[in-house]
């Protein structure tokens, strides 16, 4: 009685699974890259300063500091890449208005601390981190930061200093606040820039956060994109993906009969968990990213193939149904382990050391097949498990066995 009811609760299980992910993808949907949907296009171009020259080092520190502003302000797939010796491109999917990106990722953000003479008496340098919230006696949207260890003491002192006269913040030139010190502050403290919105805020604190650019840069290039492949290539790759389900789900049901139609019931159920994973992660996707997912339907077909593969080889040996069942499971969990952990490393290593499209291939190849490895460990041996007392699962030809009664 046990065991029927701890097989009822885990199918429960399944099927709230299955429909939370159709909440998640049917109410968030999946963000389009910039391939797909279009966007923003934006070239930005260094200028030299008396202090410094526009060289590689310089190139790669602006790229770098551009691509943290464009993650923080959450844009995923985003393209950034040099063009020519003093040019940035930045592509941002789904953007329609280039202009309020640009205020973010286009400023020199150099934050100082003034006094009433206009003295600078500390930098952003100082901050360790920045991040927009409320606060205040009308609770308006502000930007708090907390102080490095040397920051913090350098403030304390400068406060003490100053305490009662005004001290002035500025974002580059732009005055954000002038407040009287009340108090000597230390670790941390908040910035009031009379913020229509907490979003306002939040770009002030990416620009805090990632730094200020080591020279100026200049817009040079600046328009609103359609999709390089768009709704053409989203149908041909849904076609795709559907015909490569369609004929997997005929040979696993040529060849392994009823085991093979669960396992084709199985894979639409792991295409359903994936698609409300994605929405769930706010995933961006891209016409790469979609054959990253093709390609994770793969692994996750091949490990139901494992599995029944092993439970052939225990009913062969002259093992009952359920104790086959039981030791296949058992010697499959191994190599399926092995074979998408190094999948999994592959796709970390991509994520990490590239960006763009390339990322966006990794980071929905890695995540299909983790969900992939959940569904045959745990759906996979649920739904077999609730036929195996059936005639169906028991029946000579059932996973691939010939002559077998």
């Known amino acids: 009685m046990r065991y029927k009811q701890k097989r009822i609760l885990k199918l429960v299980f399944i099927v709230a699974i299955i429909l939370f992910s159709y909440f998640l993808y049917h109410f968030y949907g999946i963000n389009l890259g910039l391939d797909l949907e279009g966007g923003s296009h934006i070239v930005l171009q260094a200028e030299p300063t008396e202090q410094r ?39 941002l999917p789904a953007v329609d208005n280039p202009n309020e990106a640009i205020k973010t990722i286009g400023r020199t953000a150099v934050l100082t601390f003034r006094n009433a003479q206009g003295d600078v008496l500390m930098t952003g340098d100082a901050i360790k981190s920045a991040k927009a919230g409320y606060g205040g006696e009308f609770r308006e949207p502000v930007v708090n930061f907390e102080l490095t260890p040397d920051g913090s003491k350098k403030f304390e002192a400068i406060t ?49 956060t990632e730094g200020a650019l080591p020279v100026p840069v200049k817009v040079v290039q600046s328009r609103i994109v359609g999709p390089t492949l768009g709704k053409i290539s989203i149908q041909k790759s849904i076609t795709a993906g559907l015909f490569g389900l369609l004929l997997v789900g005929i040979y696993m049901l040529i060849y392994y009969r009823f085991p093979g139609l669960l396992a084709a019931v199985i894979l639409a159920i792991y295409g359903l968990i994936l698609l409300g994973t994605l929405a769930g992660l706010g995933a961006t996707l891209t016409l790469p990213g979609i054959a990253g997912l093709i390609l994770s339907i793969g692994m996750a077909v091949d490990a139901n193939i494992i599995i029944f593969e092993r439970i052939k080889d225990e009913r062969r040996s002259g093992k009952t149904l359920k104790a086959s069942i039981d030791a296949g499971f058992k010697r499959a969990y191994t190599t399926i382990i092995d074979a998408n952990v190094t999948t999994i490393i592959t796709a970390l290593i991509l994520a990490y050391f590239t960006s763009g499209t390339v990322r966006g291939f990794a980071v929905t190849l890695g995540i299909g097949v983790i969900v992939s490895m959940f569904t045959a460990f745990f759906v996979t041996r649920n739904v077999i498990d609730l036929f195996a007392d059936t005639k169906l699962l028991n029946s000579g030809a059932a996973f691939g066995l010939k002559g077998r009664k």
């Open 160 to 208: 003490r200093q100053y305490l009662g006269q005004h001290i002035a913040i500025y974002l580059d030139d732009e005055e954000l606040m002038n407040p009287v010190v009340n108090e000597v502050i230390r670790g941390s403290g908040s910035i009031s820039g009379n913020y229509k919105s907490v979003e306002e805020a939040q770009n002030d604190a990416v620009l805090i």
């Open 53 to 91: 020259e526009i060289s590689d080092e310089v190139m790669k520190v602006i790229s770098n500091i551009i691509e943290r502003r464009v993650n923080q302000m959450g844009l995923a797939e985003a393209l950034i890449q040099r063009e020519g010796r003093d040019r940035v491109i930045v592509g």
